[in-house]
């Protein structure tokens, strides 16, 4: 179940599954790890997203062929390697009132109290499938049906930075400050993406993301915090439940 | 230093892109035509890599502050030094108290600035590209404004005027050349009549382009089923499909994903070409095969090479 094409003339694309899953995020953890290990001369970087990863590379001093070859061989030694466990990054969120507008809509679109939305977003471990959208975006996989909800009819033109939200059967932070249809349900002080900061992306992709119930004073503490350069989102190893 | 008297529309410093986050999802920015890009710092005696500052379409006017070596390489957008028009592709010696202006687009779009030393804005995640839309690169992440002051590095000891780009390897943007693809990595979800509609029809360029893609007017493309795949990787050149069956090539500052399914990718040669157009001019497409792709761009890579050696820069 491994696909290798040619995307483009410095492009390789390494197509590993067929639907969005656990296991094909699993092998896509481990080629990456693999290609992270061998170091292989001429490639630039990868991108991994739900079913493939996508290498760009410099033909100059690799061609297609000899890497196609390369990552074949690679392939074959993909199953000894062992996966670091995943991590949760514990992300704070206020959620209803000013930071989530949408979360009455929400609630009565599944027939459910707010709270009950709040309990089912937050009691959740999100495995991070891919990144991408925009700088730090994370496409979640995992949240319940109950609290499904299709997009507004008319999106908004701004919405803040931070803002927690669900769009049809997912989930997701805006990492900037983008127009958007999604129901906005909470808000983090968390920057997913600040290019100031030594590691400017927060998240990675095989790892987890566990929102957690914050009130509003919690909420200004922890942006003083940020504001400081004191505040670190907690992460544990993590377990499946 | 130069000042902005007139920041022109879009006027921003680019280098060759913010590489290396591309799986966090961070845009890669950078020059709209890498060639012109890098031919220009060659000139000057800089890295090819370093950043310029690219116009487009309307052209700012700079006053220069103090004397520099810098070259304009890339569309004929009818540069003058004090009301005197200047050769492109050429190094040459602006003085403090001229002025740098531009006119008419002849031939293209987006033409670059370069000067000896290089640009001195700092470095964000490896890079001094702008990507106006996170605010992030070049001046404060946005394009120039009037009274913005551009710094420049120390210059390489090899910098002189008059060094120019052989008349033959100056790119021709209004040939009308095909722009070379290769097919993928959707195109089997097109019917095969489509993707012959593809290479064989002539598309427009519209009026909804800009560094982020090229929007194509032109015969539809009909998808076997959905227009819309599984979340996947984007490249620069790669062109996409949406449902109204007309294709979006995309281009520097493009998302490093998405949705739409993909038919071909322009091959990094013709991507200036492509970058070059102007709303309203006609492209068709050819299909080659990765290996003559690939040979094309190690032809260029030596040629640059080539270059950098002559102009003592390598």
């Known amino acids: ?241 | 230093m130069f000042e902005v008297v007139k920041p022109g529309l879009t006027t921003t410093i680019q280098d060759l892109g913010r590489t290396g986050y591309q799986q966090y999802g961070v845009v890669v920015s950078g020059a709209m035509d890498a060639f012109a890009l890098q031919v220009g710092n060659i000139l000057v005696g800089n890295k090819r890599d370093e950043a310029g500052i690219e116009v487009v379409i309307m052209g700012p006017t700079l006053r220069v502050l103090a004397d520099h070596v810098i070259a304009i390489c890339g569309a004929d957008l009818s540069p003058k030094l004090d009301g005197e028009s200047i050769p492109m592709w050429k190094s040459l010696v602006v003085k403090a108290g001229q002025t740098l202006t531009f006119g008419k687009p002849v031939n293209g779009g987006y033409t670059y600035i370069t000067v000896a030393g290089g640009i001195d804005t700092p470095l964000i995640m490896g890079s001094k590209a702008t990507y106006t839309k996170a605010e992030i690169g070049g001046i404060e992440g946005r394009s120039l404004q009037k009274g913005d002051k551009i710094a420049f590095g120390k210059p390489s000891s090899m910098v002189k005027a008059g060094i120019g780009l052989p008349i033959r390897q100056i790119p021709d943007y209004r040939s009308g050349r095909k722009i070379r693809v290769i097919l993928g990595p959707d195109h089997d979800a097109f019917s095969g009549e489509s993707v012959e509609r593809f290479l064989s029809e002539h598309y427009k360029l519209t009026s909804q382009s800009d560094r982020m893609g090229s929007r194509l007017e032109g015969p539809s493309l009909s998808l076997l089923r959905g227009a819309d795949i599984i979340s996947d990787a984007i490249f620069p050149g790669t062109i996409q499909v949406p449902a109204n069956g007309q294709p979006i090539i995309l281009l520097a500052d493009r998302q490093t994903t998405g949705g739409y399914t993909r038919i071909a990718t322009v091959i990094t040669v013709d991507l200036p070409y492509v970058a070059q157009m102007l709303p309203g001019n006609e492209l068709a497409f050819e299909a080659i095969s990765v290996e003559k792709a690939q040979r094309l761009y190690v032809e260029q890579e030596l040629l640059l090479q080539t270059l950098s050696v002559a102009a003592g820069t390598f």
């Open chain 1, 1 to 241: 179940m491994l696909r290798i094409d040619a995307y483009g003339d410095m492009g390789l694309r390494i197509q590993l599954g067929a639907t969005i899953s656990k296991e094909t995020n699993n092998k896509i953890r481990s080629l990456a790890l693999c290609l992270e290990k061998e170091e292989i001369p001429g490639i630039i970087e990868w991108i991994p997203t739900y079913t493939a990863i996508s290498i760009s590379y410099d033909p100059y001093i690799i061609s297609y062929d000899k890497l196609k070859k390369r990552i074949e061989d690679l392939s074959e030694s993909m199953i000894e390697v062992k996966l670091p466990p995943a991590m949760v990054v514990h992300i704070p969120v206020c959620y209803g009132g000013e930071c989530g507008p949408d979360l009455e809509t929400v609630a009565s679109h599944n027939g459910v109290s707010a709270d009950e939305v709040i309990n089912i977003h937050a009691d959740t471990d999100y495995l991070i499938y891919m990144m991408g959208f925009t700088p730090g975006f994370p496409y979640l996989g995992g949240m319940s049906e109950k609290i499904a909800t299709p997009r507004l009819e008319t999106p908004r033109l701004k919405i803040p930075v931070g803002s927690v939200g669900i769009a049809g059967a997912q989930t997701g932070v805006y990492p900037m400050e983008t127009p958007g249809g999604w129901q906005l349900i909470g808000r983090t002080p968390v920057k997913l993406f600040d290019s100031s900061r030594q590691d400017p992306i927060l998240l990675q992709a095989g790892n987890y993301v566990r929102f957690v119930r914050i009130t509003e004073e919690e909420y200004q503490t922890i942006e003083a915090k940020i504001k400081q350069g004191t505040y670190q989102p907690k992460r544990e190893v993590y377990q499946e439940k």
